[in-house]
């Protein structure tokens, strides 16, 4: 058998997505993993982690040489959420590591202008305390924050957290999952009482009607449609998405929405399933609340205003009714096409109460289903200490307080009894002059935040500014004082939670280049520097810090006080929470709300509503299109740090930056295929190529998120309940060149 037909067979998903693969991509320099074919080169021995891009969380072999070094990697076959499948990026999970471009020393600027220069870690530390305490001095300790990440592990986000907030006293810290699963978890916190995501990827195979909403699976996560293929019920498919994505092509139904109209439409779903008793009135009388007034909220959102808003028609308003009805186990799944909106909290709550009035929650296949990005944006929502108290306790409650200080044997005055700014409320602080000092771990503001060139000179603006990352030249850290050299997934120990609250670890195969430390050990040398290490004498080693978060979780509904060590997780394929102590083995497919009881304390759901807000960046005459901005390709990761190092990624995506545009527009406009446009938006305006495609709709455009200029247009307007910003859309203008 050829070396091509081996790979092929093993990559079947690449043959689906992306066409032939020829033996000249694999040969390529950091192509599919060569080492990982059986016969290439025979490893010493193998191991299985967690992947460390997205939060499906696919599982790993690891192939490694006799000093434990990994030689090549392939998707465990064993592992209950991949069964031997992985996207590009899990295949060449291992190039990234080896790149030039690596952080291996501290790099320290005396000036803002001045030439890096490499530093030793006791002067990078000194530096780090010396400044940010000056800065304290002089402002006050709320002069200094920080912005995690959704992409560390769990004890690192835990250490980040405890150490900024208990040990530094700072005030103020957020991360980028406020870019990504905010509106999620204040839709499920308000509606079911806890940041409670209630699904397994099995409803995935035992659903027979699919709803995906804002999410283009085929591309974000992969995997997860591979799971929708497997379902043996000839599921129908429904996706609700403006474009005719990659996901939509695939399902068996496409509703092209208007872009930000979801709102409207879920309320009218409702209203003509509540018209035709198509609900589950028992359902709603032991276990919801408010749906009298609910139900009178949706009445006025008739078919036909609902349709007039949605772009619709009726007649399709009544099918998806009727199918939602018919449908036994629905399941409704949601990703950032919904939370990335200036009504976002609302909508994605409008999307739980179609689960909740319909009994479509707490059985096999059913569910309101938020789909999460980041590889442990999961375990950020639990543990990072920025919106929540460690293990999904509350900072304003006494109670909550006074248990963490206890377990952790700190003084309880050392725990803030407030919430800390948002994210872009500390931007804001930097303008107002309150924020002098920052650190940013694991993330790339520079790049992803929104409205790009009011949050670049914010950066210049800082007294301060230190980056902590795997590579010394992303565009943030050309902003930083100092860089501080991060050891990457692959480097270190810890563990990461999944999109279906799935704890699993993830493991020390290959080794930092240079000085680069794992996360995890910079924190605990900036405690000693500091002055705050007696706080954490406990804090150790990863896995010490593990057992002491499982102890947080006690009587939690995140309670995990069955887990008892890293090994228990390596040997179970991963644990979902809830696991409290004395729990039976694992099943390794477990749902939320079986016996219809939900967190609120008088155990039921909230129906929560609102009226639908005015667009704050409405198209007009001179903005006449729509902007929605997206992941362009399974092959891209967000801001490219990562993906930009693989060879092999670099073949499978478009090297321009593509606008998408339909062919009608085009034609009204005279703008040719393949050509340079400049689009221009309120905040600025670049340079493009077309690409005319009738997978948008007239009067819309899209751009994918991964390249660094969509940011310079994108509107800095938020969702005023959960603070995620509204990156999905804004008003443009295309002008040929
Ligand atoms: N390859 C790859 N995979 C990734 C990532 C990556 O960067 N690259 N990132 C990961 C992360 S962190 C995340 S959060 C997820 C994101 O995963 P997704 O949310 O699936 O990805 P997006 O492309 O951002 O947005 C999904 C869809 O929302 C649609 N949309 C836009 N506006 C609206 C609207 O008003 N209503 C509706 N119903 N839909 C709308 C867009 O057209 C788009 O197709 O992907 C994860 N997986
Ligand atoms: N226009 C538009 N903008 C968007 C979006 C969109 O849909 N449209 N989506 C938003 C979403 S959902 C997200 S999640 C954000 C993502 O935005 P970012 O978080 O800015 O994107 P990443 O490229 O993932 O940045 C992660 C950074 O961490 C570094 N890193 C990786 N591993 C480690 C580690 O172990 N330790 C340390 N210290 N550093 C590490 C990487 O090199 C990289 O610089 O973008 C948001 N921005
Ligand atoms: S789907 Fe996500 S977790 Fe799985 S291999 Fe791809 S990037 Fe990794
Ligand atoms: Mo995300």
Known sequence: MSLLSTISKKLPLLRDHYGPITEELIRSPGGFGLGQIPGHRLPDATTTMTCGFCATGCGLNVHLDKNAHAIGLTPATQYPVNSGMACPKGWEALTPLSASNRASQPLWKPTRNAEAQSVEWNTALQTFCDRFKDIQQKHGPESIAFLGTGQICSEELAFLGALTKFGMGIRHGDGNTRQCMATAVTAYKESFGFDAPPYSYQDFEESDVIILIGSNLCIAHPILWQRIVRNPHSPEIVVIDPRKTETADAATQHFAIDPKSDLVLY???????????????DFIRNHCNDFKGFAQHVESFTPEITSQRSGIAVERLHQLAQLIHEGKRVSFWWTMGVNQGYESTRTAQAIINLA????????????????TGQCNAMGSRLFSNTTNLLGGHDFTNPEHRDKIAEQLDIPVERIPSQNSWSYDQIIQGIESGKIRGLWIIGTNPAHSWIKQKRLKRLLGKLDFLVVQDMYHDTETARYADLILPAAAWGEKDGTFINSERRISVIKKISQAPGQALADFHIFRLIAEAWGCADLFTDWNSPENVFKILTRLTKDQPCDITGIK???????????????????????????????????????????????????????????????????????????????????????????????????????QFGIHANSPVRITSRQGSITVITFITTNIQPGQVFLPMHDERTNQLTHPSFDPHSRQPNYKSCAVRIEAI
Do not use: C, V
Not at 588 to 594: A, S, V
């Open 267 to 281: 309320y009218g779903l409702a209203n003509i399933l509540i018209q035709n008793q198509w609900i589950d009135s």
């Open 356 to 371: 909740l009035i319909t009994g479509n929650i707490g059985r096999p296949g059913t569910g309101a289903n938020s789909i």
């Open 565 to 667: 060590d890293y090994r228990m997780l390596d040997e179970t394929g991963g644990i979902q929470w809830p696991f409290p102590k004395g729990s039976g083995p694992t099943n390794n497919q477990r749902h939320l709300f079986k016996d219809g009881s939900f967190y609120h304390t008088d155990k039921r759901a909230r129906l929560i509503f609102s009226d639908p807000q005015a667009d704050p960046d409405p198209s007009d005459e001179k903005f006449p299109f729509r902007l929605i901005t997206g992941r362009g390709s399974s092959a891209q990761w967000h801001t490219q740090t990562r993906t930009r190092n693989s060879p092999a990624l670099q073949k499978l995506h478009p090297s321009e930056l593509l606008l998408e545009l339909h062919p009608d527009d085009a034609a």
